[in-house]
């Protein structure tokens, strides 16, 4: 019997090859096509489920800002600017969650998310005393007679006061204009925080002062004060808030079971470090550049695309 030997090039799609090395045998065409299509539909569904499994974990991906110096500057625009935007936006589409976890009060993060577009299901302000989580808002206050001898006491010093409330903030007089500004301006003037601290929900003191009566009134808190301490957030700031208060409190309460990415710039972001999975921390005098900051989730953004 003579035999047909036909020389098919490995470039030849399946189904033709399969036809051309059975010397025309339309029935082998078939069964080629048969197989192709088999090997795609079962391609195709473990595709699925890689990427139904991706999605998963970066759901469970949650990374975390801090406002002033990480995300914003001194005049309230975004670092980076439309650069900056659009990773956020990148990180967004992959179904990373994003969290802000400021100093700031809840209305101001609100405001801000509008400003740019950004969605949060989560909220932490006033640095972990105030969470918003199934819309609506939780906060941890002063213990009242611990907060009533506390500003007896710094009232007799040379500094500022200021005390936040769940929604408002309460200044003795105006504030630098140096200092960072609100989205939304809630302030309130006022001679004596007395009456607020009985009849309100107060959520912490902020000091503001020079670095070594900082450092005393930071020592005089933590050592005498069963629910209370000190928190000093910048070279001349301070904030009083209960004990049990803290940024890492606030994400081990929303994120359990997530890998965060926490990104900071002051010692009030430390707190969050511990609880993170990945930490950047930056700020002039005691951390990396801006510049680096934006690198890290520049870079991450870019490693994680939207499918």
């Given at each position: 019997?003579?035999?047909?030997?036909?020389?098919?090039?490995?470039?030849?799609?399946?189904?033709?090859?399969?036809?051309l090395?059975?010397?025309?045998?339309?029935?082998?065409g078939?069964?080629?096509?048969?197989?192709?299509?088999?090997?795609?539909?079962?391609?195709?569904?473990l595709?699925?489920?890689?990427?139904?499994?991706?999605r998963?974990?970066?759901?469970?991906n949650?990374?975390?800002?801090d406002?002033?110096?990480?995300?914003?500057?001194?005049?309230?625009?975004m670092i980076?600017?439309a650069?900056?935007?659009?990773?956020?936006?990148?990180?967004q589409?992959?179904g990373?969650t994003?969290?802000?976890?400021?100093?700031?009060l809840?209305?101001?993060i609100?405001?801000?998310?509008?400003?740019?577009?950004?969605?949060?299901?989560?909220r932490?302000?006033q640095?972990?005393?105030?969470?918003?989580?199934?819309n609506?808002?939780k906060?941890?206050?002063?213990?009242?007679?611990?907060a009533?001898?506390?500003?007896?006491?710094?009232?007799?010093?040379?500094?500022?006061?200021?005390?936040?409330t769940?929604?408002?903030?309460?200044?003795?007089?105006?504030?630098?204009?140096?200092?960072?500004?609100?989205f939304?301006?809630?302030?309130?003037?006022?001679e004596d925080?007395?009456d607020?601290?009985?009849?309100?929900?107060?959520v912490?003191f902020?000091?503001?002062?020079?670095?070594?009566?900082?450092?005393?009134?930071?020592e005089?808190?933590?050592?005498?004060?069963?629910?209370?301490k000190?928190?000093?957030?910048?070279?001349?700031?301070?904030?009083?808030?209960?004990?049990?208060?803290?940024?890492?409190?606030?994400?081990?309460?929303?994120?359990?079971?997530?890998?965060?990415?926490?990104?900071?710039?002051?010692?009030?972001d430390?707190?969050?470090?511990?609880?993170s999975?990945?930490?950047?921390?930056?700020?002039?005098?005691?951390?990396?550049?801006?510049?680096?900051?934006r690198?890290?989730?520049?870079?991450?953004?870019?490693?994680?695309?939207?499918?």
């Open positions: 019997m003579a035999h047909t030997y036909v020389l098919i090039p490995w470039t030849t799609p399946p189904v033709i090859s399969a036809f090395a059975t010397g025309g045998d339309i029935l082998s078939v069964v080629g096509l048969v197989i192709l299509v088999i090997s795609i539909l079962i391609y195709i569904r595709l699925k489920l890689w990427i139904k499994r991706r998963y974990k970066l759901k469970n949650v990374i975390v800002f406002l002033d110096g990480t995300l914003l500057d001194s005049n309230n625009q980076g600017g650069k900056t935007l659009a990773c956020l936006n990148t990180l589409q992959t990373c994003l969290a802000i976890c400021t100093g700031r809840d209305h101001d609100v405001k801000i998310c509008q400003e740019y577009g950004l969605d949060m299901k989560h932490i302000s640095n972990g005393a105030v969470l918003y989580q199934d609506q808002l906060a941890t206050l002063l213990d009242k007679q611990e009533l001898d506390i500003y007896h006491e710094l009232k007799t010093k040379d500094i500022r006061i200021e005390l936040n769940i929604s408002n903030r309460y200044w003795t007089s105006e504030r630098d204009p140096l200092f960072p500004k609100e939304y301006d809630s302030h309130i003037i006022k925080f007395e607020i601290l009985l009849y309100q929900p107060a912490l902020l000091i503001v002062a020079q670095e070594q009566q900082l450092k005393q009134i930071e005089t808190i933590n050592q005498n004060y069963q629910f209370t000190a928190i000093r957030t910048s070279q001349t700031s301070l904030e009083i808030v209960h004990s049990s208060v803290s940024k890492g409190e606030a994400l081990k309460i929303l994120y359990p079971d997530c890998q965060i990415y926490a990104i900071g710039d002051s010692p009030s430390f707190e969050m470090f511990p609880f999975n990945r930490v950047s921390c930056f700020k002039s005098r005691m951390s990396l550049s801006l510049s680096k900051k690198d890290d989730f520049r870079s991450f953004a870019r490693y994680h695309k939207p499918y």
